[in-house]
């Protein structure tokens, strides 16, 4: 084991057939969420044809979001979007991309949604944070069909009350579109959400538990489902 690892790197891999091919850096600052964004914009042009979406703590930028959209638009891909969306209000019938007030280089474009019970489109943001951050979950990955999805901070903007049925519906999608999520939380309830579900389909999940020591290393603990049900039962610390 070498001593110095300052030119270690830190790589999500992923096996395509026989091959395995580096996806990206995890060894990078991403703190910064513009660092961030821009970082996930550009993986697509690895050399790797695995698909891969990231959803950053504070969600897609908004132009990033529209071309998402304009990807799965009248595919079929976007009544799944619907049907999150129906997790929270089940009057939404339909979505769709506007342009918003004009920038100096470019418009950006904006998700309206139409509710059953209103003659006029509401812009999606004027239903708050958890509308928001479901439509970005479902429409990152349902692009990201046979690859990766990472999500940071899964819990963000989503009630605890709905988190358990919006873990459903990516345990479902994940699994008929093929797509390998990676959830980043530090929400117990979160992870309470994930377990509810979880043990309706063990085969398709797992759950490590990520601590850093004093002296900077990282331990990893990995959970049954079971465990981890023992584990929130009796107060255990998981996150």
Not at 195 to 207: I, N, Y
């Amino acid at each position: 084991m070498p001593t110095d690892l300052s030119e270690l790197e830190i790589a999500l891999v992923a096996k395509e057939h026989r091959k395995l091919r580096r996806v990206f850096r995890l060894d990078r600052d991403f703190d910064d969420e513009g660092r961030f964004q821009r970082r996930s914009e550009v993986l697509g042009r690895s050399d790797s044809k695995l698909p891969l979406e990231v959803l950053p703590t504070r969600n897609i930028a908004e132009d990033r979001i529209a071309t998402l959209w304009d990807q799965i638009n009248l595919s079929g891909l976007d009544e799944e979007v619907i049907q999150g969306l129906r997790l929270l209000d089940p009057t939404i019938s339909g979505v769709a991309f506007v342009e918003s007030s004009p920038r100096k280089y470019r418009s950006a474009r904006t998700p309206i949604v139409k509710l059953s019970s209103m003659s006029e489109p509401l812009s999606l943001r004027t239903l708050g944070d958890g509308m928001t951050r479901i439509f970005q979950i479902i429409v990152a990955l349902v692009n990201a069909q046979n690859g990766v999805l990472l999500i940071d901070e899964f819990e963000n903007g989503l009630h605890w009350s709905v988190q358990p049925k919006v873990w459903d519906m990516v345990f479902r999608l994940a699994s008929n579109l093929n797509v390998q999520v990676f959830a980043t939380t530090h929400s117990r309830d979160c992870i309470d959400g994930y377990q509810r579900v979880w043990k309706a389909h063990e085969e398709l999940g797992a759950f490590f538990r990520l601590n850093a020591r004093p002296d900077g290393e990282i331990t990893v603990t990995s959970y049954s489902c079971e465990t981890l049900s023992d584990a929130l039962e009796t107060d255990v610390e998981v996150r």
